[in-house]
């Protein structure tokens, strides 16, 4: 297969496992190509890409960019807090307007589940979403399963442990997803009131026990509280949610066994990681965000790609 089966990428619910092998395989190719002295290539030379973050962001921002510019596409920038958002303008309207200027694909964060999805179906473009809320992260989950596949080979059969605030997580939602796909047994772990009542539908093994879970998995994603995000509190106190939810260093030696740590990023360090552990041998923090670039060079080409060949066909 060379070609996508979606027009967009709104979640990974909506890919097939052939598609997230393309993004890898296309992601292998673009990987070798940022790690040359001369880290750009033609392929989006005609393209113009608007990344618009209604949401505070860094990597994400960041690695969409650096994508896009690596890919030889025109890029601009929005950000909601200096746009006419501000005095009143919907998002149908801002969009419309951005487009108009002859701008061929749109990066979007924003703070609504669900903004991804609609604005794929009220406007004419192709829509990447950067992140809807608590809802998906494609690009995240795309990029951690690509780390995880880098450092253990395939994904099939390997467990995996999402540690922390499910809740309110749409990295959670997005790796869930994304991992089973691929063959991937998953567990979530964290206090129960930071659990989905809908969490064992998705066929997730779930536990309240940091311990238990790191014996089981040959991976754990660290979370990290989303406090933006909250209306109540969900445990007595900082200090004690990184007590019975922190991975430490003591922890990791007392397991005596291989173990990868990720984490998305945000980092607070001491709460859901110490820095010895982000700092150190089984961290592939870095990594993962290195790799974001390759994974969003990847799927910015073939969505491309894929409507050029609809235009000539
Ligand atoms: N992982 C992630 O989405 O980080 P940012 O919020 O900084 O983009």
Partial sequence: MSELSVNHLLGIKHLNPQDIELIFKTADQFKEVINRPIKKVPSLRDITVANLFFENSTRTRLSFELAEKRLSADVVNFSASSSSVKKGETLIDTVNNILAMKVDLVV????????????????????????????????????????????????KGKRIAIVGDILHSRVALSNIFCLQKLGAEVMVCGPTTLMPKYIKSLGVQVSHDLTEALEWADVANMLRVQHER???RYFPSIREYARQYGVTRELLDSLNKEITIMHP??????????????????????????????????????????????FSA
């Fill in 265 to 310: 990023g945000p980092i607070n360090r001491g709460v859901e990681i110490s820095s010895d552990v982000a700092d150190g041998d089984h961290s592939i923090i870095l990594q993962q965000v290195e790799n974001g670039v390759a994974i969003r060079m990847a799927v910015l080409y073939l969505l491309a790609a894929k409507k050029q060949m609809e």
């Fill in 108 to 155: 979007m964060r924003h703070p609504n589940p669900g903004a991804a999805v609609f604005l794929s179906q009220n406007v004419n473009s192709i829509i990447v979403n950067a992140g809807d809320g608590a809802h998906e992260h494609p690009t995240q989950a795309l990029l951690d399963a690509f780390s995880i596949r880098e450092k253990w080979g395939e994904l």
């Fill in 230 to 232: 909250q209306d109540t």
